[in-house]
């Protein structure tokens, strides 16, 4: 199969700028093609500000995607909901990452990977989508579109994350003062700092190191759950910190 990469970025890209949902070109023919769609439209927006990686059991294969220049916006945040194709909101653990590691051939290492990382921190991710009927596209397509990242919301710092019972935090989600989310657990990883450090590896790798200050967010706790515009979404892992967002 021949495919062209170029067209598949700039057609997110319009996609980007006109605020308009488009249809996938073509067909995907393998992971490495997803990848090289999100390098294009990351090169084409300037230096990525992080990354998202999920994985869907403690065992999966993690999935990347970058976080675009401009992604990282602090708690409080505000966002145009009206301008928006959905509102997905997902309460999430990330992490800073507080020294630079050069892209290489060789391993990152468990050790080494987390000896990057400084504080970890309450994350909203936002969830919006530049493709047109996302529901029943290929889930390859959504990955491609940076695994429909809008934006990471940054809350309250969590120092000592080495130390946590991941599987007993408790997350709190609340909609316009209504309590949607009460539970313990909930990340389907179970413990973020796996994916953290896959995440880690794989950037330094195949997708050209990693710099201070960009953040990783490891998935969600709450599943994503969509709302309408003008509502204010406030997540809370209890003991930790919280963030908020209105739309």
Not at 15 to 32: E, I, K, M, N, Y
Request: proline letters at 6%; hydrophobic letters at 45%; a negative charge.
């Amino acid at each position: 199969m021949t495919i062209d990469i170029s067209h598949a970025v700039r057609v997110l890209l319009d996609a980007r700028r006109s605020g308009t949902q488009v249809a996938p070109p073509f067909d995907l023919p393998d992971r490495s093609a997803v990848y090289a769609i999100q390098d294009g439209v990351a090169a084409a927006t300037g230096l990525i500000a992080g990354w998202k990686v999920g994985a869907r059991t403690p065992t999966a294969e993690p999935n990347p995607a970058p976080l675009l220049a401009g992604a990282l916006v602090p708690s409080p945040g505000s966002f145009d909901g009206k301008a928006m194709h959905m509102i997905g909101v997902e309460i999430e653990i990330s992490f800073h990452i507080a020294r630079d590691i050069a892209a290489r051939d060789t391993p990152v290492g468990y050790d080494e990977a987390l000896s990057a990382v400084g504080d970890a921190f309450v994350g909203m991710e936002v969830v919006d989508t530049r493709l047109a009927n996302f529901q029943q596209l290929d889930p390859e397509w959504l990955l491609a579109d940076n695994q429909m990242n809008q934006g990471l919301v940054v809350g309250d710092a969590i120092p000592n994350w080495k130390d946590l019972d991941w599987a007993n935090l408790q997350v709190l989600l609340d909609i316009d003062g209504q309590m949607v989310v009460d539970q313990k657990g909930g990340l389907g990883a179970i413990d973020p700092v796996r994916p953290l450090a896959w995440m880690i590896d794989h950037a330094v790798r195949h997708r050209g190191g990693l710099r201070a200050g960009q953040a990783i967010t490891t998935g969600s706790w709450t599943g994503l759950r969509y709302f309408p515009p003008g509502t204010r979404a406030r997540g809370t892992f209890v003991g930790l910190g919280s963030v908020e967002a209105r739309f």
